[in-house]
């Protein structure tokens, strides 16, 4: 069965480093969007995109992230400089057009800033 | 901006018994989706309620959805171990472009 994969599954940096998490979406989908977990809360929207830009972000999608579909398969999130309180589970997540709008999650990559 | 409030939160049950999760919205939607989440898992979809009165039932969950009350219910029958998870209810943003989600009811039943 087709899924979204995440890697790296653990990232570990150090406080104002940059870092790059990476997914591939499902292969025929054409809607992207990454959420975050912060540890024993709720998952949150950070943006979604569709046909090579962005349709919506959220206030936590500061000018610290960036997202980018480099290739045919790659959907990435950078954060430029990162701080402790981006520590969080980050979720890649996409859907295909239609009416049921399913969102297909991968495992995450969980985020440690220290 | 949207709401989604789930309770409990918290739910501790005996194998066997049956329980009901509710997930209110602050406004109005058509779609509202049901995740489960294993610890240090990913989000696994579970139901999508596409319409007023849909109903959706897969072994021991029944989901369903009233849009008029912006509520939906996840009900469990006859608990078992193996459905201890964390569950999430997730309405479509107005446009589609995203998922609000609910707090999450982390559900634990003891054998």
């Known amino acids: 069965e087709p899924e979204v994969t995440q890697t790296p599954s653990h990232q570990v940096t150090q406080m104002g480093q940059e870092v790059i998490l990476r997914c591939v979406p499902i292969?025929?989908?054409?809607?992207f969007y990454w959420y975050r977990q912060i540890l024993g809360q709720k998952v949150e929207f950070l943006v979604s995109?569709?046909?090579?830009?962005?349709?919506?972000k959220s206030e936590i999608f500061d000018d610290q992230f960036s997202v980018e579909r480099p290739d045919g398969s790659n959907f990435t999130l950078k954060i430029r400089s990162t701080k402790l309180e981006d520590s969080a589970m980050y979720f890649c997540?996409?859907?295909?057009?239609?009416?049921?709008?399913?969102?297909?999650f991968g495992a995450g990559t969980r985020l440690s800033v220290l | 901006e949207l709401k989604v409030e789930q309770n409990p939160l918290f739910l501790s049950m005996q194998e066997g018994k049956n329980y009901t999760i509710y997930c209110n919205y602050s406004?109005?939607?058509?779609?509202l989706y049901w995740y489960r989440q294993d610890p240090g898992k990913s989000l696994e979809s579970l139901f999508v309620?596409?319409?007023?009165?849909a109903v959706k039932q897969e072994g021991r969950l029944m989901a369903s959805l009233d849009t008029k009350a912006r509520l939906s219910t996840l009900h469990i029958t006859a608990a078992v171990h193996d459905l201890s998870a964390t569950y999430f209810c997730?309405?479509?943003?107005?446009?589609?472009?995203?998922?609000?989600f609910g707090s999450g009811t982390k559900l634990n039943v003891k054998p």
């Open positions: 997540a996409s859907s295909e057009e239609g009416e049921k709008n399913i969102q297909y």
């Open positions: 292969s025929n989908h054409l809607y």
């Open positions: 995109f569709y046909n090579n830009e962005i349709s919506e």
């Open positions: 406004t109005t939607s058509d779609r």
């Open positions: 309620l596409l319409s007023n009165g």
């Open positions: 997730a309405v479509d943003g107005y446009n589609f472009n995203k998922f609000y």
